[in-house]
T-cell receptor, first 111, second 114 residues
Framework: GENVEQHPSTLSVQEGDSAVIKCTYSDSASNYFPWYKQELGKGPQLIIDIRSNVGEKKDQRIAVTLNKTAKHFSLHITETQPEDSAVYFCAASIGTDKLIFGTGTRLQVFP | GAVVSQHPSWVICKSGTSVKIECRSLDFQATTMFWYRQFPKQSLMLMATSNEGSKATYEQGVEKDKFLINHASLTLSTLTVTSAHPEDSSFYIC??????????FGAGTRLSVL
């Protein structure tokens, strides 16, 4: 079955710097890759997603890139702010199948 | 749009009692809902997939008689933890599936079994 690895597990950046989180997946048939932000004690919030027919997607300060050949995708956050501090999860799925989540990255943005 | 409501947000119960958690999609119809369990500082573990009007599909290792799932309508799914014990204490999260496998999550329910 699908397996998703996520790195790093923790990431600390200064406010205004960029943050990059990377995920790799094992099943080349996976075609949907969402990213979720989870704040303490809350449910995950979908922040951006990408499908296998595109290589990059951007939404204001957040972007996701997908390399199908290498089977990895990344989340890029520019001009980080303290409110970006949270745990970020990547996930992958095939068709309408269930999501397989990465292990999470705890991002801390210091003022 | 795409709001998923989950209740209660926190529940404390005595060992041996049953607890019901509700998950509602407020502004869209969800033919599929998912139930996850999350331990502290860990990722989400899928427990079961629930389809409206049919039996839930449980992941390997999840006891279906202990975690009863009902998906009676396109906007409501419930998870009942039967005869709860301290080891069932956890953070339970539901999600509702929209078109093209996009999932929107509820706020989660923290269950503490004494």
């Amino acid at each position: 079955g699908e397996n998703v690895e996520q790195h790093p597990s923790t990431l600390s950046v200064q406010e205004g710097d960029s943050a990059v989180i990377k995920c790799t997946y094992s099943d080349s048939a996976s075609n949907y890759f969402p990213w979720y932000k989870q704040e303490l004690g809350k449910g995950p919030q979908l922040i951006i997603d990408i499908r296998s027919n595109v290589g990059e997607k951007k939404d204001q300060r957040i972007a996701v890139t997908l390399n199908k050949t290498a089977k990895h995708f990344s989340l890029h956050i520019t001009e980080t702010q303290p409110e970006d501090s949270a745990v970020y999860f990547c996930a992958a799925s095939i068709g309408t199948d269930k999501l397989i989540f990465g292990t999470g990255t705890r991002l801390q943005v210091f003022p | 749009g795409a709001v998923v409501s989950q209740h209660p947000s926190w529940v404390i119960c005595k060992s041996g009692t049953s607890v019901k958690i509700e998950c509602r999609s407020l502004d869209f119809q969800a033919t599929t809902m998912f139930w996850y369990r999350q331990f502290p500082k860990q990722s989400l573990m899928l427990m079961a997939t629930s389809n409206e009007g049919s039996k839930a599909t449980y992941e390997q290792g999840v006891e279906k008689d202990k975690f009863l799932i009902n998906h009676a309508s396109l906007t409501l799914s419930t998870l009942t933890v039967t005869s709860a014990h301290p080891e069932d204490s956890s953070f339970y999260i539901c999600s509702a599936g929209r078109q093209k496998n996009i999932q929107y999550f509820g706020a989660g329910t923290r269950l503490s079994v004494l």
